[in-house]
């Protein structure tokens, strides 16, 4: 299991998403919406078909569904990489479908995404893959320093940190791109079949990150194929079927 560590437990608290949690015993804010969505792709795939969803702050939520129902396409929408055909996406009251330049970026510096097919970048490090963001995002090289210890802790590579990602396992690549989602302790994060290519070990451990994360105040959604782990945690899931969500 990997260091707990209180510095990431922290940075996320200052986030203020977890001080209004405990405020409120069970918070009830909204974080994610999704009113009658439609999404249509070019070629006239239909993804998702007037599909509505509600997420509360603080909550961890399963998607699952079978290959090609739409899951990915959920979390593209949520961050803005996909628009709407029709109906509308709101995340932290804003629809995003408004934002455009700064205000998008300022959304998606508040969301943390963990990509189906990692996205590392070959040619860096896991360090420089984890910090690469915080460095875009103007972040002081004593503060990129301040977090990419315990985060790396928090995912259990601090020993890997001079590695290339092709010097990793699949369960350790997946970790770094955990680690690169979370390292800017957002309020929200994405996880896109973040257990799909690792072992039961491996994806039960990835799943406890998660758990922890949200544990300090962090709104989780996860989509995933895999029932046994979702069945073994004792978390809302939210169903992909036909292009529409059901809560089961
Ligand atoms: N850019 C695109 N252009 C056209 N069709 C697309 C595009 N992206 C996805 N699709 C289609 O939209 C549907 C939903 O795809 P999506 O990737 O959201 O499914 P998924 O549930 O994430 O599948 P998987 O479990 O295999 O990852 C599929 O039929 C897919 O072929
Ligand atoms: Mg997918």
């Not at 055909?85 to 330049?101: F, H, K, P, S």
């Not at 996880?191 to 962090?218: H, R």
């Amino acid at each position: 299991m990997p260091v707990l560590t209180t510095q990431v437990k922290k940075d996320f608290s200052v986030r203020g998403e977890d001080s209004e949690t405990q405020q409120h015993g069970s918070n009830t804010t909204t974080k994610v919406q999704l009113q009658s969505v439609t999404k249509t792709y070019a070629n006239g795939t239909h993804a998702l078909l007037n599909a509505n969803l509600e997420v509360k702050k603080g909550e961890f939520l399963f998607i699952t569904g079978p290959s090609g129902s739409g899951k990915s396409t959920l979390l593209k929408l949520l961050y803005g990489q996909e628009l709407p055909t029709q109906g509308e996406v709101i995340v932290d009251e804003c629809n995003v479908a408004d934002l455009r330049g700064d205000r998008l970026s300022l959304l998606r510096r508040r969301i943390g995404i963990v990509f189906q097919d990692y996205k590392l970048i070959t040619q860096r490090t896991v360090a420089e893959n984890v910090t690469f963001v915080l460095q875009a995002q103007g972040y002081t090289r004593k503060e990129i320093q301040r977090r990419l210890e315990p985060t790396l802790k928090l995912v259990g590579l601090l020993s890997k940190a001079d590695c290339f990602p092709d010097q990793l396992s699949g369960g350790e690549q997946q970790r770094v791109s955990i680690a690169r989602a979370i390292v800017g302790t957002p309020p929200l994060l994405l996880a896109d079949e973040p257990t799909g290519n690792l072992d039961p070990d491996n994806s039960w451990q990835v799943i406890q990150i998660l758990q922890k994360l949200n544990s300090f105040g962090a709104t989780v959604i996860v989509t995933t194929h895999d029932e046994q782990l979702v069945r073994r945690c004792n978390n809302p899931i939210v169903q992909v079927c036909n292009g529409s969500l059901s809560r089961k």
